[in-house]
Each structure stands twice: as C-alpha cells, then as structure tokens.
C-alpha cells in the first residue's frame, strides 16, 4: 500500500513540475532587468523583462516586446537554455506516459509486474534527466544575462522554472528510489478460490 502510495506521489510531482517548465518556456518574464536605479528606469520607462523568445519593455499602460528571431547573432546562452528547456519539454511527454502506463490502475494485457517496474524507473530516469536541463537552463540564464545587464529581480517565469524543477528532483527522486521492488508491480491483485467463503482471498497475477 505504501509503495503505491508513492508511485502516485512520484507521478503527480512530475506531471506538475513538468507543466511548470512548460510555462517556464513558453513566457518571457525570466528577469526584470535596469539599465539605471528601478527608480530612474520607472520614470523613464525602460524597465524590462527579458526571456528566451523576446526583450519587452514595460511602459505605463503597455508591454512592448522586441521578438529574438535571429538566430545567428544570439548569445550562446540563450540558443543553449533554449535548446534545453525545449528538451526539457518534449523528453517531458514520453516520461509521463511511462509513469502512467505503469501506475498500478493501469492494465495493459498479462504483463507482468518485472516489465511495468523497468518501465516506471526509466520514466524516473527521464524525469530527472528533464530536472537537470531546467536547473542549467535557469541558472546559466540570469547569471549570463546580469553581465550585459542589471538584473533589478527574477520574474515570475524563472521562479515557476526552479518551483517545476524542485518538483521534478522531488518525484524523480520518489519513483527511483522509494516506489518498490518489481515483485510489487501487477501483484496486488485477488481472486477468490472456488469452494472458499466469499471473505477469503489469495494473491494471484491476472
């Protein structure tokens, strides 16, 4: 019961912290960045945010954004967490289907529990993998950015990357390490015996 117990645990973290570098990649509200003190660059509206599709610039009442499109003359560091967090994203898709097709509510013909356990660590492995390239990604990006910049603080994006990162860490860590051996995959499952009372029941893979 318990094992199953963290299998759900480790699948509903992943699937959460997988939507979250989801949203991470997809919004533009990495860092909030000056090129003076917050105060001067209000007045002057030239406070900006800054991700990995778009420079915008917050003004009173509007949010103009300057789209990155030229791939040749970007940083290296936004083609890389680019290329990493859309890694993160599409790796995310075959990880998930592993951890829920091998979910104990899940049958899939006679297979037996050695081959759904198998399954259900290389979703974990996966899971991880998708952690590590968030956590380089959103690191590497506002350490290289605060060089050619100020960084005024971390916009909601980069806190929502590392919040889906810690969930990652958290159900990768759950379904490697603490989900259960393979002989608990596909055997908790009863019939009951033909001439016993209806209260006795004996373990049987179906």
């Known amino acids: 019961m318990t094992a199953t117990c963290l299998q759900f645990v480790g699948f509903v973290s992943s699937f959460f912290g ?5 949203m991470t990649t997809a919004t533009n509200d990495w860092v909030v960045t000056c090129s003076y003190s917050i105060t001067t660059c ?17 003004s009173t009442g509007l949010y103009h954004c300057k789209p990155l499109a ?10 890389a967490s680019r290329a990493l967090m859309i890694a993160a994203c599409i790796l995310g898709l075959p990880a998930v289907f592993l951890l ?9 013909g006679h297979e037996p529990g050695v081959a759904k356990h198998k399954r259900f660590k290389l979703g974990g492995i996966l899971v991880m993998v998708l952690a590590f390239c968030t956590i ?11 060089r050619e910049t100020t ?6 994006s980069l806190y929502a990357g590392w919040t889906g990162a810690a969930l990652l860490v958290f159900g990768g860590s759950v379904v490697v390490c603490c989900s259960g051996e393979s002989q ?20 049987a893979n179906v």
């Open 18 to 22: 997988w939507m979250a570098i989801i």
């Open 42 to 58: 209000r007045k002057l509206d030239e406070v900006g945010t800054k991700g990995l599709w778009a420079d915008c610039v917050m």
């Open 70 to 79: 030229d791939i040749l003359i970007l940083p290296a560091y936004i083609q």
């Open 100 to 108: 829920l097709s091998a979910l104990p509510c899940i049958r899939m």
């Open 136 to 146: 380089v990604s959103t690191i590497w990006f506002p350490v290289a950015t605060h």
């Open 151 to 156: 960084i005024v603080h971390f916009g909601y």
């Open 184 to 203: 608990a995959f596909g055997e908790n499952r009863f019939y009951y015996a033909s001439g016993s009372s209806p209260t006795h029941a004996k373990s």
